[in-house]
């Protein structure tokens, strides 16, 4: 799941991959300029989800309840 998701990032220009030809294969993953514009939405999505932490975890445990 993990290298179609890196893959996928990589196909949509937000990653590059780079692979060393050393034994055993060293592959480096970096942002592109293009990821790089994504970091500030991807703090703000995490700034909520610990703010509402507390409500999320409720919800869940709701859900479970039914």
């Known amino acids: 799941m993990l290298t179609q998701t890196l893959r996928a990032m ?3 220009g937000l990653i590059q991959r780079v ?3 050393v034994v055993p294969p ?7 300029q293009l ?3 994504l970091v500030e939405p ?4 995490q700034n909520w989800a610990y703010e509402h932490l507390q409500e999320v ?3 869940r445990m ?3 309840q039914e």
Do not use: C, F, K, W
């Not at 060293?26 to 592109?32: A, M, N, Q, R």
């Not at 991807?42 to 999505?45: A, D, G, Q």
């Open 10 to 12: 990589e196909r949509n």
């Open 19 to 21: 692979v060393h030809p």
């Open 35 to 37: 990821g790089q514009t």
């Open 62 to 64: 709701a859900y479970d």
């Open 42 to 45: 991807v703090h703000m999505l």
């Open 57 to 59: 975890s409720q919800a």
């Open 26 to 32: 060293i592959v480096e993953y970096s942002l592109t």
